[in-house]
């Protein structure tokens, strides 16, 4: 199994950056998908970004040119940078690991975006 836990959440001003981690432990060899999702209240988990280990990126069109999504080197944690937040962005943005017969989520961590 993996494990993953978020840190790096917060309550921050629009226009401002935040930076999100995610450390996995556990079966880390077998990942080759990470991803962020959010879920603002009320509100279906929607994907924001993720990334192979090709490096290949994708992103959501609302985070497009204002996120981004890397790792370290040897796959154990992976970041989501965050630029220009917005209202709009406030959610609990969580990790997830796709590997063989894998599949992991994190517990979650609060972004908050206002003045």
């Known amino acids: 199994q993996v494990q993953l836990v978020e840190s790096g959440g917060g309550l921050v001003q629009p226009g401002e950056s935040l930076k999100l981690s995610c450390a996995a432990s556990?079966?880390?060899?077998?990942?080759?998908?990470m991803s962020w999702h959010r879920q603002a209240p009320g509100e279906q988990r929607e994907f924001v970004a993720g990334i192979r280990r090709s490096g290949t990126a994708e992103y959501a069109d609302s985070v497009k040119g204002r996120f981004t999504i890397s790792t370290d080197n040897t796959w154990n944690t992976v970041y989501l940078q965050m630029s220009s937040l917005k209202p709009e962005d406030t959610a609990v943005y969580f990790c997830?690991?796709?590997?063989?017969?894998?599949?992991?989520w994190g517990q979650g961590a609060q972004v908050t975006v206002s003045s």
């Open positions: 556990g079966r880390i060899f077998t990942i080759y998908y």
């Open positions: 997830n690991a796709v590997g063989n017969n894998v599949q992991s």
